[in-house]
């Protein structure tokens, strides 16, 4: 059987003219800073993002521990969204790699408020942990792809500028928030100290995450990543597809966005399954499944046999995320599977 996977955009495959960028990749011992193609990658980022410099990294993770870890020292404290990859999908790494504490804060839809960060600094005593980093999803995954406001985004980092606290910005599927909404890349990048986007997700590159920041602070992470294990050698073939993704890949990401508010409208219809439309900004589709008396894993299975791949989610709820391995043809199959199943 062949399967329409929407469990995530993690699941896309270099295109045949990806592998020919990868292939014909000019190459160097990237450790030595020798690699041609990942120099032009971390250029263009830098530039794209309006920062000094930037870092490719293996993974989304690792960028963001890599961060966390340059802007706190063990035992401070780090303000996060309660329902934020950070928080929930690092097993506990700030902890364990930079020793420092997270505050979960009860975001909506992933999005914090000024009002609500400045109620969590911590005030200035000994017997209390140093409030020093606020770390920022856009956009936010547990809650349908939906996009923080770029408003907010310019209140919190009033607070931060005020109580001497660095922004970090895990934007994964920034590239996402940027189509959808309009805002350039560089205008985020005025309001964070550090940044981490993701090229394996909707840009459909097999590995590969970067980090920007100032020179300094990549100068301090790049020896970080290679306490962490990520220093890499001839990584230029991964970086060619970062590269080629940035240049043929971002602008379709709207194709994504299109079929998941087609999917979540049709799918909206349906009595025994619950979407909050207000959701549903750019390629995630989350579904409250309790209205059919049957388990997450009931529900998944189903749907699995009948040909159609998705996610748990929290609260009974089920996630199917659009990407560029995904016709729009396959997503109307997928709709009228669910119609099949829980009309």
């Given at each position: 059987?062949?399967f ?11 295109s ?7 292939l014909n ?10 690699d041609?193609t990942v120099?032009?990658?971390?250029r ?7 920062k000094?410099?930037s870092?490719?990294?293996p993974s989304g993770t690792?960028?963001?521990?890599i961060c966390i ?6 035992g401070?404290?780090?303000i ?5 990859h950070?928080f ?14 997270m ?5 909506i ?11 969590a600094?911590r005030?200035?005593a000994y017997?209390?942990?140093?409030t ?8 936010h ?6 996009i ?6 310019e209140?919190?980092?009033?607070i931060a500028?005020?109580?001497?606290l660095?922004m ?9 928030a ?15 100290d550090s ?10 590159a097999p590995?590969g995450s970067?980090?920007i920041?100032?020179?300094t ?8 990543r ?18 080629y ?20 409208q ?8 619950e979407?909050?439309?207000?959701q ?7 579904g ?5 008396g049957e388990?997450?894993f ?10 159609v791949?998705?996610t ?5 709820s089920i996630?199917a995320v ?5 016709s729009m ?10 119609q099949t199943?829980?009309?």
């Amino acid at each position: 059987m062949q399967f329409i996977d929407l469990r995530s955009d993690t699941v896309t495959k270099p295109s045949t003219a990806m592998r020919e960028a990868m292939l014909n990749a000019e190459v160097g011992d990237d450790v030595y800073g020798e690699d041609p193609t990942v120099n032009k990658l971390q250029r263009r980022i830098a530039e794209i993002f309006g920062k000094e410099a930037s870092l490719f990294v293996p993974s989304g993770t690792m960028g963001n521990e890599i961060c966390i870890k340059v802007h706190t020292q063990p035992g401070d404290e780090i303000i996060v969204d309660q329902d934020s990859h950070i928080f929930i999908y690092e097993t506990a790494a700030p902890s364990l790699l930079a020793g420092v504490q997270m505050m979960p804060i009860a975001g909506i839809n992933g999005v914090m408020t000024a009002d609500q960060i400045k109620m969590a600094i911590r005030p200035s005593a000994y017997y209390l942990p140093r409030t020093k980093l606020i770390c920022i999803e856009n956009t936010h995954g547990r809650s349908s792809g939906s996009i923080f406001p770029l408003d907010e985004i310019e209140r919190i980092h009033d607070i931060a500028q005020g109580t001497n606290l660095k922004m970090h910005l895990d934007g994964a599927r920034l590239w996402n928030a940027s189509v959808e909404t309009g805002i350039p890349f560089n205008t985020y990048g005025k309001y964070f100290d550090s940044i981490s986007v993701c090229f394996s997700k909707g840009l459909g590159a097999p590995i590969g995450s970067i980090i920007i920041g100032s020179k300094t602070f990549i100068e301090e992470a790049t020896r970080y990543r290679k306490i962490f294990g990520g220093g890499m050698r001839q990584v230029g073939i991964l970086a060619a597809a970062a590269l080629y993704a940035i240049d043929h890949n971002i602008e379709r990401l709207r194709e994504d966005h299109q079929k998941a508010r087609y999917f979540a409208q049709e799918l909206s219809h349906l009595e025994q399954i619950e979407i909050n439309m207000n959701q549903v900004q750019t390629n995630m589709v989350i579904g409250n499944i309790s209205k059919t008396g049957e388990s997450q894993f009931e529900v998944l299975e189903l749907l699995k046999v009948h040909g159609v791949l998705l996610t748990p989610e929290r609260h009974s709820s089920i996630r199917a995320v659009m990407h560029l391995d995904v016709s729009m043809q396959q997503v109307d199959q997928a709709v009228k599977v669910f119609q099949t199943l829980f009309m």
